[in-house]
């Protein structure tokens, strides 16, 4: 789980700061930086598992694009990353080996730099400066955020080590990263710096030597971008396909007969796809049934909904509507779900009757810490949203607005615009002068949910 985030030269954030919760809710207007936000987050998730130049081929834009644009039109030459999150106490490497953490607060930054070698030679790409840390009790503010995480909450997730101070678990050292084991000085690897074109982060593959780290790594691995087409989701899947949702859904059938496979026992012959068919029913009412052929001779997985009148459709004819909403489920069904969903205007497509429900569902499905609830695995939703629906059932709390805003820079008086988040509404006559650059105000978070679909169109 994501506590914070902070982005600053990347595309339009500058020195940008944002708590986050459990289930939060971007909404603003056109090119005001929520696809950027995203962008943002879906690097930093390839940062951890790939090198640069596969990571900068993989997220929206020309490379060049991805660093800010200063006030002088040149662009900026460096871009820096840094998130806390909060951590599963227990990790399995590929391996099977299971490791418990002593600490599952850690903060994480990377910076990346443009570096031209040689005169006259190309521009490349370098990890200029990494570090990991644990977050002690006596500074993580997450304990008195708002809302409050639980006392019961805290006590089951949050594990603080013992001691006054520890040291960290990736640091930048002169000439060379370090990564310590366990945190501890002992048995220290060395990684050179001078031509990083790698996160540290993204050679820690098992986790006996570095459990900390590789379970840092996997939660920020652990990011699913959905962005549903109802075209991509009406073709039959090829048998060997991606068995994890893609982001556009076009790989639903395969996922399905997955989960059916996997889950199925001789009381369930199904398995969790009659869970996913008895939701879907909930929320569309009329289906029946969900049934997933495998043509062999054709090498595909075909997908078809069943009616209570008897009649039977293949994705091919079903509606817009019930294909997105089938494809959540299926991604929320999944026990391979990982912990942090970016949902991209869940209301596309989607009446709003059914659309408040879908909102529901993924209130029911995200990490309530404010609750009592030890057991459950963390999960975490990050919406994109044009929605008046999801705005107006939205919490204070949860609530970012993103808006572009003009800066001068006062030695050469040009202007420069990025984007600004707001959120932790206050109300008009609390607010200080120097809260309206981070902090919402009533009167403003009323307008947004009054007028959400011309605000956030």
Same mark, same amino acid.
């Given at each position: 789980?994501?506590?914070?985030?902070?982005?600053?030269?990347?595309?339009?954030?500058?020195?940008?700061?944002?708590?986050?919760?459990?289930?939060?809710?971007?909404?603003?207007?056109?090119?005001?930086?929520?696809?950027?936000?995203?962008?943002?987050?879906?690097?930093? #998730?390839?940062?951890?598992?790939?090198?640069?130049?596969?990571?900068?081929?993989?997220?929206?834009?020309?490379? #060049?694009?991805?660093?800010?644009?200063?006030?002088?039109? /040149?662009?900026?030459?460096?871009?820096?990353?840094?998130?806390?999150?909060?951590?599963?106490?227990?990790?399995?490497?590929?391996?099977?080996?299971?490791?418990?953490?002593?600490?599952?607060?850690?903060?994480?930054?990377?910076?990346?730099?443009?570096?031209?070698?040689?005169? =006259?030679?190309?521009?490349?790409?370098?990890?200029?400066?990494?570090?990991?840390?644990?977050?002690?009790?006596?500074?993580?503010?997450?304990?008195?955020?708002?809302?409050?995480? &639980?006392?019961?909450?805290?006590?089951?997730?949050?594990?603080?080590?013992?001691?006054?101070?520890? &040291?960290?678990?990736?640091?930048?050292?002169?000439?060379?990263?370090?990564?310590?084991?366990? =945190?501890?000085?002992?048995?220290?690897?060395?990684?050179?710096?001078?031509?990083?074109?790698?996160?540290?982060?993204?050679?820690?593959?098992? =986790?006996?030597?570095?459990?900390?780290?590789?379970?840092?790594?996997?939660?920020?691995?652990?990011?699913?971008?959905?962005?549903?087409?109802?075209?991509?989701?009406?073709?039959?899947?090829?048998?060997?396909?991606?068995?994890?949702?893609?982001?556009? =859904?076009?790989?639903?059938?395969?996922?399905?007969?997955?989960?059916?496979?996997?889950?199925?026992?001789?009381?369930?012959?199904?398995?969790?796809?009659?869970?996913?068919?008895?939701?879907?029913?909930?929320?569309?009412?009329?289906?029946?049934?969900?049934?997933?052929?495998?043509?062999?001779?054709?090498?595909?997985?075909?997908?078809?909904?069943?009616?209570?009148?008897?009649?039977?459709?293949?994705?091919? *004819?079903?509606?817009?509507?019930?294909?997105?909403?089938?494809?959540?489920?299926?991604?929320?069904?999944?026990?391979?779900?990982?912990?942090?969903?970016?949902?991209?205007?869940?209301?596309?497509?989607?009446?709003?009757?059914?659309?408040?429900?879908?909102?529901?569902?993924?209130?029911?499905?995200?990490?309530?810490? /404010?609750?009592?609830?030890?057991?459950?695995?963390?999960?975490?939703?990050?919406?994109?949203?044009? &929605?008046?629906?999801?705005?107006?059932?939205?919490?204070?709390?949860?609530?970012?607005?993103?808006? *572009? *805003?003009?800066?001068?820079?006062?030695?050469?008086?040009?202007? #420069?615009?990025?984007?600004?988040?707001?959120?932790?509404?206050?109300?008009?006559?609390?607010?200080?002068? #120097?809260?309206?650059?981070?902090?919402?105000?009533?009167?403003?978070?009323?307008?947004?949910?009054?007028?959400?679909?011309?605000?956030?169109?």
């Amino acid at each position: 789980m994501l506590t914070r985030i902070e982005i600053d030269g990347f595309k339009s954030f500058s020195n940008l700061k944002l708590d986050l919760q459990p289930f939060t809710v971007i909404a603003g207007p056109n090119a005001s930086g929520k696809s950027n936000f995203f962008d943002a987050l879906r690097f930093l #998730s390839q940062l951890v598992s790939t090198d640069l130049a596969e990571a900068l081929r993989r997220v929206r834009g020309d490379p #060049s694009e991805l660093f800010r644009r200063e006030a002088d039109g /040149t662009s900026a030459a460096f871009m820096r990353f840094a998130v806390e999150v909060l951590l599963e106490p227990e990790i399995v490497d590929a391996f099977g080996e299971r490791r418990l953490l002593k600490h599952t607060r850690l903060r994480y930054e990377v910076e990346i730099e443009k570096r031209t070698e040689a005169p =006259g030679g190309v521009e490349r790409l370098f990890v200029r400066r990494e570090g990991a840390w644990p977050i002690m009790r006596k500074d993580d503010e997450w304990l008195t955020g708002d809302p409050r995480p &639980s006392k019961t909450f805290v006590k089951a997730h949050a594990l603080y080590s013992s001691g006054g101070g520890r &040291s960290p678990f990736l640091e930048t050292l002169g000439d060379k990263f370090q990564a310590n084991q366990d =945190g501890t000085q002992g048995r220290p690897r060395p990684f050179s710096k001078e031509r990083a074109t790698a996160t540290v982060l993204s050679r820690i593959t098992v =986790g006996s030597e570095f459990p900390h780290l590789f379970a840092l790594r996997r939660e920020l691995e652990s990011l699913t971008f959905l962005q549903l087409e109802a075209a991509a989701e009406r073709e039959p899947s090829d048998a060997l396909d991606a068995d994890e949702l893609k982001p556009d =859904g076009s790989n639903l059938a395969r996922v399905l007969a997955r989960i059916e496979s996997e889950t199925r026992t001789a009381e369930r012959p199904h398995g969790d796809l009659s869970d996913i068919r008895n939701q879907l029913g909930l929320l569309i009412p009329g289906v029946r049934d969900i049934t997933i052929e495998q043509d062999t001779f054709a090498g595909r997985y075909r997908l078809f909904v069943s009616m209570r009148d008897q009649a039977t459709f293949s994705s091919r *004819v079903l509606s817009d509507g019930t294909l997105r909403v089938l494809a959540l489920l299926t991604f929320l069904n999944d026990h391979r779900r990982k912990s942090v969903l970016l949902f991209e205007e869940p209301e596309n497509g989607i009446h709003e009757e059914r659309l408040m429900q879908l909102v529901q569902l993924l209130r029911e499905a995200t990490t309530d810490v /404010t609750s009592d609830g030890t057991e459950e695995r963390l999960f975490q939703t990050i919406v994109n949203t044009h &929605s008046p629906i999801v705005l107006a059932n939205t919490e204070d709390w949860e609530l970012v607005l993103v808006d *572009v *805003v003009s800066v001068i820079d006062p030695s050469t008086g040009r202007v #420069s615009r990025r984007s600004r988040m707001q959120t932790g509404i206050k109300d008009q006559a609390e607010m200080q002068l #120097s809260d309206r650059e981070t902090t919402l105000s009533r009167m403003e978070a009323d307008r947004v949910l009054r007028r959400g679909s011309e605000h956030a169109a």
